[in-house]
């Protein structure tokens, strides 16, 4: 298809809340309300050695409980240390004929370019890496987070939208390594009731630049 390919990932039934955001370069995305820490999107992409790429190749949001203080989802490490937090990833990408995996972070990596904060939230631009940090990216995304209160027992709402393109050309988006899915979208409903594990929105699809 030739739109660009939009993904909602996490939904909670809630109304507006005002967050205050706060936006440290190249580090983390803050977001709080009434003073208590709802989420922190990590960004950095240190990868100034082997180790510290491992920690840093893709952005993730954390979120956390409704003490602001108890962190409840996972960063890098532990089995699978590409799961983390709330993150978008894809196992395979074809692009030119050649496939890349932005799931595992195989020879690449996931870039925050730029963040906007907005009045619930912010949005962040993405660069997913080709096979070299000096290649053009494969993909260019939009990520936006909308912060929202939820009806007890719930503490929050957190809507994750992504708006990806290619750079040039034409992608094949497919799956993730363990149940590929072919229908347009698949959507995870959560909550912030227990500590949520990485959400995932997979599909198979095609999508082609503007140019």
Known sequence: MKAPLCLLALLACATAMAADIKVTPNEAVDVAHDGKVVARFMMSHDVSTPAKRLDNYKPYLHVFDPS??????????????????????????TVDGKTYDRWHMVKGDQVVTAVQPTTDGFVAAVDWQGATAQ????????????????????????????????????AKIDGDPSTPVRSSVRQRRSTARRPPTSTRARTSSSIRSAT
């Open 68 to 93: 602001g203080a108890l962190r409840l989802t996972k960063g890098p490490g532990f089995n699978f240390t590409h799961h983390r937090g709330i993150m978008l990833g894809f196992m395979k990408i």
């Open 135 to 170: 290649d053009k990216p494969i993909l260019t995304e939009e990520r936006a987070f909308t912060f929202t209160k939820a009806a007890a027992p719930f503490y929050v709402g957190i809507e994750m939208k992504s708006t990806l393109k290619p750079d040039h050309g034409e």
